[in-house]
């Protein structure tokens, strides 16, 4: 069975930073695409950054350029998000996820499966 287990969040005030990260089980984070998604209270999932199969593409949505930065770690199977300079709006549940289409990785319609997510508060 293919899943992510997404660790790391908790709570933080606004202008400190977290590492969250993504381990998969029952694959290789080197056979996809993997993404970070933020939902935020009462508002629809929306892509954050993404990282190639082969680790040596990343791409980053607005909401995440500058301040979050994506990686990853073949050895332990881990795709982390580190991120920084957090405000209350990125309050909300993130969550990793695996595509096959490297356009998309950073849009919930092209996502295969996705992790069950872990909380973030960022208080001001």
């Known amino acids: 069975q293919k899943e992510f287990v997404e660790t790391g969040g908790g709570s933080v005030e606004s202008g400190g930073s977290l590492r969250l990260s993504c381990r998969a089980s029952?694959?290789?984070?080197?056979?996809?695409?993997v993404g970070w998604f933020h939902q935020a209270p009462g508002k629809e999932r929306e892509g954050l950054s993404c990282?190639?199969?082969?680790?040596?593409?990343?791409k980053h949505t607005e909401a995440a350029k500058g301040r979050f930065t994506i990686s990853k770690d073949g050895a332990k199977n881990t795709v982390d998000l580190q991120m920084s300079s957090l405000e209350p709006g990125d309050t909300g549940v993130y969550y990793c996820?695996?595509?096959?289409?490297?356009?998309?990785?950073?849009?919930?319609?092209?996502?295969?499966?996705w992790g069950k997510g872990t909380l973030v508060t960022v208080s001001s």
């Open positions: 996820a695996a595509t096959n289409m490297y356009s998309k990785c950073v849009n919930a319609s092209g996502v295969k499966w």
């Open positions: 990282i190639s199969a082969t680790g040596n593409l990343q």
């Open positions: 029952g694959f290789f984070v080197d056979e996809y695409h």
